[in-house]
């Protein structure tokens, strides 16, 4: 009796908390996807490291052997002017020379992927007046960016989502559950298919030192606005028609960044994600909920009558002007 009385007890402390319940595996689950990742990258790419330091070293040794007149502390300071130019997008190659990073096309290049808080970092600002100006740029952007892409996305998502599901669901019969797990499986399929698998081809055969799968990793790391900057298209070494190539980058990201925007949207619009959503919600208190019923009861009656005064007044003013006879005539026309 008395266990029976404490699992009643712990089920039911259990579900009166169960969002916070929730809430706390959501964070734990995110902390060991953390550590995770971080297991994962250091054991794959640690030995890699280690193997590039140590033949760098070897290529410095060797490089200082064979020109004895150059010492190491002339050489470090070359290497280090060398390397914050080249942080800033600025090469010493002599292949790299003729690839200017401010002209227009690399310019609009430059803010679109500021707007879209992808940010390669293969070209920053140079100057003191260009940081501030790109300070003040994205404050007013971003917000900008981002109030365009939702209205986009929101008008878009009409025709591509919602009036499909209705349609199959009304004059075939369909669940419309089932109908939008479908639509969103094959939308996803023909975003994967159109930003991703074609633009990661084509890439592979305009970027001489691009892979298939380095072309799609960019193309993945682009669309999903991570922007690590190591693999950034049109800066090779006399690349034909760059600033069309740029142009044409430029509204790949943003058509790419739509398309995710409207994929992300279906699938979030989903019965079965909004019910795993509201799991980790805060449920709002019964009182709390009866008081803006109550509000939001008086408003709309307030709303209502003050409408109907308000159309009542109207038809009095809209209505054609008729003499109005007295009762007394109208006594006397009856006597009559």
């Known amino acids: 009796m008395l266990q029976s009385l404490a699992g009643s007890s712990c089920v039911r402390l259990v579900e009166q908390h ?20 971080a297991v994962v990258f250091s054991s794959v790419e640690l030995p890699y490291e280690d193997l590039l330091r140590q033949e760098l070293g070897k290529l410095k040794q060797r490089f200082l052997e064979e020109h004895a007149c150059l010492s190491e502390q002339q050489l470090e300071q070359f290497l280090v002017r060398v390397l914050e130019a080249s ?5 010493v190659l002599s292949n790299a020379s003729g690839n200017w990073n401010w002209d227009f096309t690399s310019s609009l290049f ?3 992927t500021v707007l879209s808080t992808t940010g390669y970092g293969h070209t ?17 952007g971003i917000p900008f960016t981002l109030l365009f892409l939702t209205a986009v996305v929101q008008r878009i998502i009409v025709y591509v989502t919602r009036r499909p599901v209705l349609y199959f669901h009304i004059h075939w019969g369909f669940s419309k559950q089932i109908v939008a797990i479908m639509h969103a499986i094959v ?15 084509i890439f592979s055969v305009l970027e001489d030192d691009w892979n298939f799968l380095e072309s799609f990793y960019f193309c993945f790391i682009s669309l999903s606005t991570i922007g690590l900057g190591d693999y950034v298209p049109g800066e090779g070494y006399n690349q034909k028609f760059r600033e069309l190539y740029k142009i044409g980058i430029t509204c790949y990201l943003l058509l790419g960044l739509i398309a995710m925007l409207v994929v992300l949207e ?3 619009e989903l019965h079965e994600l909004k019910k795993f959503r509201k ?21 709309s009656f307030s709303s209502i009558s003050d409408q109907a005064a308000s159309m009542k007044d109207d038809q009095k003013a809209n209505e054609p002007f008729v003499t109005s006879q007295s ?7 009856l006597n009559n």
Not at 18 to 37: D, E, I, K, P, T
């Open 124 to 140: 920053v600002p140079l100057s003191d007046g260009g940081k501030a100006f790109c300070i003040i740029y994205s404050v007013i």
């Open 279 to 299: 799991l980790f919600y805060v449920k709002k208190d019964k009182e709390e909920d009866q008081v803006n019923i109550m509000e939001h009861d008086q408003l």
């Open 110 to 112: 430059f803010a679109s």
């Open 266 to 268: 279906t699938f979030c």
């Open 18 to 37: 169960r969002s916070a319940w929730c809430f706390a595996l959501l964070v734990l689950g995110y902390l060991l996807y953390l550590v995770f990742g």
């Open 187 to 201: 939308l996803g399929f023909i975003t994967v298919s159109c930003f991703f698998l074609i633009p990661a081809a």
């Open 87 to 91: 942080n800033y997008g600025v090469s």
């Open 327 to 333: 009762p007394t005539s109208n006594d006397s026309s």
